[in-house]
T-cell receptor, first 111, second 114 residues
């Protein structure tokens, strides 16, 4: 089982749609979880951290299920500018010593 | 916010030559920086952890003699790809942690070896 697995993409959705990304991780001792966004040929940028209680930032909602080792990202009311690759990122340690990246799921929002 | 600057953003070199990539933390000190490599349609793969004032820690399968890392100061780490070959062509990205919070990434370097 890969360390961090994400839905294969791409996801093609119309503007205004709701889209959900799923991610599973293999290391049950993992401590921190994140969603990063990467635009084509650019560096990844933090979208949001994922907390055990779940967290929401505008149109974006992240959920964590430690028992199932599962993370999700929900995007509501998709915008054209949301088109990017979304990376599920896991830190297996208590500090920030390493980050393990999923392969990423590409989202394409069309008019 | 914290900024990590990486240079150059793009480089084309001949096979057999060496290429140096710089990664700077502009407004914070980074005792640890990370170097990643990303092939097309692949995830970022950690190559090595660069530690200020000491030797880098390389991930399994990454040749330390080929990918030389120097972390000479708290704001600068360099990655030198020695005797580059076409298979080394990739997107190289550095990152640093600011105040033990968020990981910030450099802009990345697209290396093409011809």
């Amino acid at each position: 089982r890969k360390e961090v697995e994400q839905d294969p993409g791409p996801f093609n959705v119309p503007e205004g749609a709701t889209v959900a990304f799923n991610c599973t991780y293999s290391n049950s001792a993992s401590q921190s979880f994140f969603w990063y966004r990467q635009d084509c040929r650019k560096e990844p940028k933090l979208l949001m951290s994922v907390y055990s209680s779940g967290n929401e930032d505008g149109r974006f909602t992240a959920q964590l299920n430690r028992a199932s080792q599962y993370i999700s990202l929900l995007i509501r009311d998709s915008k054209l500018s949301d088109s990017a690759t979304y990376l599920c990122v896991v830190n297996p340690n208590s500090g920030y010593s390493t980050l393990t990246f999923g392969k990423g799921t590409m989202l394409l929002v069309s008019p | 916010g914290a900024v990590v600057s990486q240079h150059p953003s793009r480089v084309i070199c001949k096979s057999g030559t060496s290429v140096k990539i710089e990664c700077r933390s502009l407004d914070f000190q980074a005792t640890t920086m990370f170097w990643y490599r990303q092939f097309p349609k692949q995830s970022l793969m950690l190559m090595a952890t660069s530690n200020e004032g000491s030797k880098a820690t390389y991930e399994q399968g990454v040749e330390k003699d080929k990918f030389l890392i120097n972390h000479a100061s708290l704001t600068l780490s360099t990655l030198t790809v020695t005797s580059a070959h076409p298979e080394d062509s990739s997107f190289y990205i550095c990152s640093a942690i600011a105040m033990n919070t968020e990981a910030f990434f450099g802009q990345g370097t697209r290396l093409t070896v011809v």
